[in-house]
C-alpha cells in the first residue's frame, strides 16, 4: 500500500471512529479517585484545635502513606483550592515522624510493590497517638487498633465508619452531617449498668 | 517528495483536531470527572460506582490491556537490589540476557544477540523519548546510559516487536525507562558509593513540587571506577596476536559524568540530559596493543519540550520538540603490524517532532494517531589513520523520516479487547516500511487475562552500514532494512492479592538481518517457552522468578552466536530486622551459548546479595551489596572472540534526604 493511500484511510477511519461517540460511561470510577474526593470532605467537616503558636496560615497537611496513585488525585482535586481557608499540601509519608505534623492521614494497609513503605499500619498509627490528626485507612479492625476512619465497601459503593470516641479523644470536632452519613462505631467497651 | 507528506500529514492532523472540536461540542456527561469529585455533595459520593482492583496503580491496570507483554521493575527494585547500571535491572527480567564486552552491553532478547550490534535491535527510550543515537543506532544501558540509574522511577520492558508505535530499532522489544519528578524528592538527595574495584560514585539531586503547580528536578553524577587492575589476556589474544603477555594492566578505567534536570508547570515540561564517558577498550575487544592507550569516549544530550492539552475531556493531544546530540571518539593501537593507530569520530545532531493524539471513548474504545518527523542535520562519521592519511576516510551525510502512526482499542463486548495498529515510515535515504501489529486481550475473569498478540518491525541500516563500514567489504549503501515478524501468546493469572503467574509462547522470525560483509543475508527463527511468577506479600516480603527455553536458528537450521537456550531468573527481597533492614538476593542462570567461532562458551550462574537499611537516624538509605558471590568468571561473546566477565565485587552506598 502506498503511504498516499494510508493516510487518507487513517483519515478516514480516523473522522469515521471520532465520529461515533460511546454511551454515556456507566463505568465505575477508580477507587483512589473516590478516597481522594471524601478525604477533602472529610477534612471540610472536621475542625481542629488551633495551633499553639496561634497560626492560621500555616498549610492544611494531607499525608499519605503507600499510595501514590491516590496522592495523585489529591493533587489535581486540591489544586488551587483552599480548606479551612488555608492552602493545602499533600505529603508522602515514609517515616513515623513526619506524619505527626499532618492534619489528615491515609494508611495504605496493602500498597503495590511501587509504593510499598517499611511501616506497618500499626506503627503509623502508634506515631499520631493522641495527636490531633485524623487517621484514615481501609482495612479490618482499623478502628480498634486506634484508627478514627475507616472505609468500607458496600456493593459496588465506597461506605465509611467513624470511631466516634477516637474522635472526642483527640481534641478533634466533627460534623455532625458527617457522622450522620456514616457507620458510627463505639470503640471504647460501654460500662455495664450499675447494678441496683 | 517530502512536502507533499507533510501536507497529508498536516491534513490528517487538522482533521484529527476538527473531530475532537465536534466531540466537545456534544453535551458533557453525567458523571462528574475525578478531578471534580470533591465537588458533589457526600451523599452522592457514596452512591458511585467505584472499581476495585487490587494493588491499584495506574499502569498495573494498563498492563492488563496493553497489547504487548509488559515487565515493569521500580525505584524499589533497583535499590533493594543494589543495580548500579541499567544492564543490571534487565539481567533481572524474564527473557533477557545481556553480553558485556566490558566497553559496551548489549541486550539479548528472544534468543538473539549479536555481539557488537550496538545494541541498535532494542530500542532505549526515557520518558518515551528515543535514545538510540543517530549513527548506530545504539541504545545504551550501561556505565554510558544517559541518567544515573538512581534517578529512574521505574522501567518499563515491552517484550516483542513494537516498530508499530515506535518505530525502527524496536526489533525484539523496547525499554522505557521513567525518571522520578520533583515530587518523588520533596527536598533532595546526596549519595556516595564506594566499591572495591576500586570505585566511587557520587550525587546530588533536589526536587520539589511547589505550592504554584511548578515541579522540577535537578541532579548531577560523577563517577569513577578503576575497573579490574590486572585483566587476565585469554588464550585467543596470545592465539591470534602472538604475543606473550598474559596480563592487561590498568586497563578498564571508567569515568562517567552526566547531568539531568526536569520542569513542569501545567501543561508545559521540559527534560534535559547529558552524559559524558571515557572508557579504557581492554585490548581484547579489538585486539589492541598494550603499550598505546586504547580509550573511547560517548556523549549523548538532549533537551525537549513538550506540551499537553486535553482538546475535550476524553483526549490527550501533546506534541514533543527535542534536540539530540551524540558524539563518539574513539582512539585505538592496534596489535597487528600493517595496521597504525587511528582514531574515530562520530558525531550527530537530530531535531525531532512529534504529536500525538489520544482519544478514549468513555472506558471502552481509545484511538491513538500522530506523527513523528526527524531531521538529523550532521551525521558525520570519520577515521584518521596516524601514519597513512591514504587509510583516512571522513562521510558527512543528513538525513530525516517522517512516520505516521495509528492504534485504535477496540472493546469487543465485556471482557474482549481489540487493539490495532500500524505505523508508515518514510526514510529520505530510500526505506519505507509499514509494521502493523495487533492484539487480541482476553480478560476471561478479574483475575486472569490472555493476550494473543502479531507485530512486525524493521530496523534501517545505518550510517555506518551504508556509508561508513568497516573491514574488508566496506560500505553498502544499498541495504535493505531488517524485517522481524513475532507471534506470542501471553497467559497471566492473578491467584490471590499475594500470588500471580503468567506464561508466554513465542515465536520470531527475522529476515534481511545485516551481516558482518554487510549484506541482506541472514534469516533467523526463535521460538520460546517463558514462564514465571511473582508474590508480593503483606509482609513486604517480594518474591519473582522466570524461566526461558528457546531455540534461535538460522536458516540452514544452525544454532547462531551467542543464543543461550535457557535462562532462569529468580528475586527475593524481605526485611529481616524488623521493617528497617531489608535482605535481597538474586540468582540468574545463562544457559551454554557459542562464540563467533561455534565454540561452546558454557553456562555460568551468578548470585548478587543486597543489605539495605532504610530511614537510619531519620534521613539516612544505606546498603551494602556483593555482586557475583561465587565469584564464577564466565565468557561473553565479542567480535573477536570471547571476553572474561568482570570479577566479584562489592559496593557500600549511603544516601542522604534532606
Known amino acids: 500500500m502506498s503511504w498516499r493511500r494510508l493516510l487518507y484511510f487513517a483519515l478516514v477511519t480516523g473522522l469515521l471512529v471520532s465520529g461515533v461517540r460511546a454511551q454515556p460511561s456507566s463505568d465505575a470510577y477508580s477507587a483512589n479517585a473516590v478516597r481522594a474526593a471524601f478525604l477533602v470532605n472529610f477534612i471540610r467537616f472536621t475542625e481542629w484545635p488551633a495551633s499553639p503558636s496561634g497560626a492560621t496560615d500555616a498549610p492544611m497537611l494531607i499525608g499519605v502513606a503507600g499510595n501514590r496513585d491516590l496522592e495523585d488525585y489529591l493533587w489535581r482535586i486540591t489544586d488551587g483550592k483552599l480548606l479551612h481557608g488555608r492552602r493545602v499540601r499533600i505529603l508522602r509519608l515514609t517515616v513515623p515522624s513526619d506524619a505527626t505534623a499532618c492534619h489528615l492521614i491515609y494508611i495504605n494497609p496493602f500498597p503495590s510493590r511501587a509504593d510499598a513503605v517499611p511501616v506497618s499500619t500499626e506503627e503509623w498509627l502508634h506515631a499520631v497517638r493522641d495527636r490531633p490528626v485524623l487517621t484514615v485507612s481501609q482495612t479490618n479492625n482499623f478502628l480498634r487498633d486506634g484508627g478514627i476512619i475507616n472505609f468500607y465497601t458496600e456493593g459496588q459503593n465506597l461506605h465509611f465508619e467513624i470511631a466516634a470516641d477516637a474522635v472526642e479523644a483527640v481534641g478533634l470536632k466533627m460534623s455532625s452531617r458527617l457522622l450522620a452519613l456514616a457507620r458510627v462505631v463505639r470503640t471504647k467497651p460501654v460500662p455495664a449498668a450499675p447494678a441496683r | ?658
Open chain 2, 1 to 658: 517528495m517530502l512536502h507533499p507528506l507533510i501536507r497529508t500529514s498536516l491534513l490528517s492532523a487538522i482533521a484529527f483536531v476538527a473531530a475532537g472540536r465536534i466531540d466537545a461540542q456534544l453535551p458533557p456527561l453525567p458523571n462528574p470527572k475525578p478531578d471534580a469529585l470533591d465537588d458533589i455533595p457526600l451523599e452522592q459520593l457514596m452512591q458511585l460506582p467505584v472499581e476495585f482492583v487490587t494493588g491499584a496503580s495506574k499502569y498495573e491496570q494498563n498492563i492488563q490491556r496493553a497489547p504487548a507483554s509488559v515487565t515493569v521493575l521500580t525505584s524499589e527494585d533497583i535499590r533493594n537490589f543494589g543495580w548500579t547500571t541499567v544492564a543490571d535491572a534487565l539481567r533481572s527480567a524474564r527473557g533477557i540476557f545481556i553480553n558485556s564486552d566490558r566497553f559496551y552491553d548489549y541486550i539479548g532478547n528472544r534468543g538473539f544477540t549479536r555481539p557488537y550490534d550496538y545494541n541498535s535491535r532494542t530500542l532505549v527510550l526515557v520518558n518515551g523519548h528515543r535514545i538510540n543515537d543517530a549513527i548506530f543506532q545504539q541504545g545504551s544501558i550501561g556505565t554510558d546510559f544517559i541518567l544515573d540509574v538512581d534517578l529512574i522511577d521505574r522501567i518499563e520492558i515491552i517484550h516483542g516487536p513494537s516498530s508499530s508505535l515506535y518505530g525502527s530499532s524496536a526489533f525484539y522489544g523496547a525499554v522505557n525507562i521513567i525518571p522520578k519528578k520533583g515530587r518523588d524528592y520533596d527536598g533532595g538527595e546526596a549519595s556516595l558509593a564506594v566499591g572495591s574495584e576500586p570505585s566511587i560514585k557520587g550525587r546530588v539531586t533536589t526536587g520539589r513540587r511547589t505550592n504554584n503547580g511548578v515541579e522540577y528536578t535537578i541532579s548531577a553524577t560523577e563517577w569513577y571506577s578503576k575497573g579490574e587492575d590486572d585483566f587476565t589476556l585469554p588464550q585467543s589474544w596470545r592465539d591470534n596476536t602472538g604475543l606473550t603477555n598474559t596480563v592487561a594492566r590498568d586497563r578498564d578505567r571508567m569515568h562517567h559524568q552526566s547531568v539531568y534536570g526536569n520542569a513542569s508547570w501545567r501543561w508545559l515540561e521540559f527534560e534535559a540530559a547529558y552524559v559524558k564517558r571515557d572508557k579504557d577498550v581492554l585490548p581484547q575487544v579489538f585486539f589492541t596493543n598494550l603499550t598505546d592507550p586504547s580509550e573511547a569516549t560517548d556523549e549523548r544530550a538532549y533537551a525537549l519540550v513538550r506540551v499537553t492539552g486535553h482538546p475535550n475531556s476524553d483526549a490527550t493531544l501533546s506534541s514533543t520538540l527535542s534536540l539530540d546530540y551524540y558524539s563518539y571518539e574513539g582512539r585505538f593501537s592496534p596489535v597487528f603490524l600493517g595496521f597504525n593507530p587511528q582514531r574515530l569520530d562520530s558525531e550527530a545532531l537530530s531535531l525531532n517532532y512529534e504529536t500525538r493524539w489520544h482519544q478514549g471513548f468513555g472506558d471502552k474504545h481509545a484511538l491513538i494517531a500522530g506523527f513523528e518527523y526527524q531531521k538529523n542535520f550532521i551525521q558525520d562519521v570519520s577515521r584518521e589513520d596516524s601514519i597513512d592519511p591514504t587509510q583516512s576516510s571522513s562521510i558527512s551525510t543528513d538525513s530525516s523520516y517522517i512516520s505516521p502512526f495509528l492504534q485504535f482499542d477496540f472493546n469487543l463486548g465485556r471482557n474482549f479487547w481489540l487493539s490495532t495498529g500500524a505505523r508508515y515510515d518514510y526514510y529520505s535515504t530510500g526505506e519505507k516500511r509499514l509494521t502493523p501489529r495487533a492484539g487480541l486481550i482476553w480478560n476471561a475473569s478479574q483475575a486472569t487475562t490472555f493476550k494473543l498478540l502479531y507485530g512486525q518491525a524493521f530496523r534501517v541500516p545505518n550510517v555506518a552500514e551504508r556509508l561508513a563500514g568497516e573491514g574488508a567489504p566496506g560500505p553498502n549503501p544499498d541495504l535493505n532494512p531488517e524485517t522481524n515478524e513475532s507471534w506470542e501468546f501471553a497467559a497471566n493469572h492473578r491467584f490471590n492479592s499475594i500470588w500471580q503467574a503468567d506464561a508466554h509462547l513465542f515465536h520470531t522470525k527475522s529476515s534481511d538481518l545485516i551481516t558482518d560483509n554487510a549484506v541482506n543475508a541472514q534469516e533467523i527463527t526463535t521460538r520460546g517457552v517463558e514462564a514465571g511468577f511473582s508474590a508480593y506479600f503483606p509482609s513486604n516480603i517480594q518474591l519473582r522468578a522466570s524461566g526461558t527455553y528457546q531455540e534461535t536458528r538460522d536458516a540452514s537450521g544452525q544454532t547462531v552466536v551467542d543464543a543461550p537456550r535457557t535462562l532462569l531468573k529468580f528475586n527475593a527481597s524481605a526485611p529481616i530486622y524488623e521493617n528497617w533492614l531489608r535482605a535481597s538476593l538474586e540468582v540468574q542462570y545463562v544457559g551454554d551459548r557459542t562464540d563467533n567461532t561455534g565454540a561452546s562458551m558454557g553456562d555460568y550462574l551468578t548470585e548478587n546479595f543486597t543489605l539495605r537499611a532504610v530511614h537510619v537516624w531519620g534521613r539516612w538509605d544505606l546498603s551494602l551489596s556483593v555482586y557475583n558471590i561465587s565469584g564464577s568468571r564466565w565468557a561473553d561473546s565479542t567480535n573477536t572472540g570471547q571476553i572474561q566477565s568482570v570479577p566479584r565485587s562489592v559496593v557500600a552506598r549511603a544516601t542522604l534526604e534532606f
